[in-house]
């Protein structure tokens, strides 16, 4: 039974990262089932909310739209900001140290799925000022 709490998990089994602009619950890492070479999670975006411009260095990220509509902003080649309207089953590819945003413009919550390679830059957001952490199942 233990390998099987492992595989499979949700989001209100592991403690989340909450924020001003919302929360993260990692549900594939090294620290919750041992995962090496990525990690990810749910991220829940209140409406009107969002995560500022930010980069991952030396990490891709993939974002999958589970719900929910907003804009997101990732720097293009050239050091310009591409912005795209994204909703449910867009899928969000951000390169390898590329600065992004995320916003929710919808009237209802707006969630996404993320996944970080290598797994580690999101341990990064422990250290932003409004950083808590909340308990699992809250």
């Given at each position: 039974?233990?390998?099987?709490?492992?595989?499979?998990?949700?989001p209100e089994d592991v403690s989340a990262f909450g924020f001003d602009w919302g929360r993260m619950?990692?549900?594939?890492?090294?620290?919750?089932?041992?995962?090496?070479?990525?990690?990810?999670?749910?991220?829940?975006?209140?409406?009107?909310?969002?995560?500022?411009?930010?980069?991952?260095?030396?990490?891709?990220?993939?974002?999958f739209v589970i719900s929910g509509n907003g804009e997101q902003m990732v720097e293009g080649e050239?050091?310009?900001?591409?912005?795209?309207?994204?909703?449910?089953?867009?899928?969000?590819?951000?390169?390898?140290?590329?600065?992004?945003?995320?916003?929710?413009?919808?009237?209802?919550?707006?969630?996404?799925?993320?996944?970080?390679?290598?797994?580690?830059?999101?341990?990064?957001?422990?250290?932003?000022?409004?950083?808590?952490?909340?308990?699992?199942?809250?």
């Open positions: 039974m233990a390998d099987r709490e492992k595989v499979f998990v949700y619950a990692l549900t594939v890492a090294p620290e919750v089932n041992g995962a090496e070479r990525f990690s990810g999670g749910v991220v829940d975006l209140p409406p009107g909310k969002g995560h500022t411009r930010h980069n991952h260095p030396g990490a891709e990220e993939i974002i050239r050091g310009n900001p591409v912005v795209a309207k994204v909703g449910p089953g867009c899928t969000i590819y951000v390169p390898e140290s590329r600065f992004h945003s995320t916003l929710n413009t919808g009237d209802l919550p707006m969630q996404l799925f993320v996944v970080y390679s290598p797994a580690g830059p999101e341990l990064a957001l422990r250290e932003l000022p409004d950083f808590k952490l909340l308990p699992a199942g809250k």
